[in-house]
């Protein structure tokens, strides 16, 4: 929260927040960023909590386990009804996926976990907060 404030979030037109289908990560944004223009991610949104081609097959020959599926699916997107507005969020260019985030959090260890290099709790936490103010260009921040 603090790091969105510092980064203008107070002063922004619109505050874009994309996250995946976890309710306690909806509790979260509405709890820290209640006026924010909310989507669920696009990949989630297609994929489903559930939907696996392979699932989707097998569980029609099943009828109560395809009603059960039918249902579960149904309410996925009942309860994102108004995180699911593409074409008006593309429209305003507006991020629709949370694929950028995801792939630094996965770029993020590699790079701090080469050959050699062994870092426990306490020196990787302002390692990484460093990292964070060079990648956001607080070099005001950076060098105080």
């Not at 002063?11 to 209640?34: I, P, S």
């Not at 006026?35 to 939907?51: E, R």
């Amino acid at each position: 929260m603090e790091q969105a404030r510092r980064r203008g979030s107070g002063r922004a037109r619109h505050v874009y927040l994309v996250t995946d289908g976890a309710l306690w990560l909806w509790k979260l944004a509405e709890d820290r960023f209640a006026a924010a223009i909310k989507t669920l991610d696009f990949h989630h949104a297609t994929s489903g909590p559930s939907v696996t081609p392979c699932r989707a097959r097998a569980v029609p020959k099943q009828s109560h386990r395809w009603k059960n599926f039918l249902h579960r699916e149904a309410h996925y997107f009942e309860t994102h009804r108004e995180h699911l507005r593409y074409q008006s969020m593309e429209r305003a260019g507006a991020p629709i996926g949370s694929g950028a985030v995801e792939s630094l959090g996965a770029q993020l260890p590699r790079r701090f976990r080469c050959s050699g290099q062994f870092r426990i709790r306490p020196g990787l936490s302002p390692l990484l907060a460093r990292a964070f103010l060079f990648k956001n260009k607080d070099d005001a921040v950076l060098w105080n």
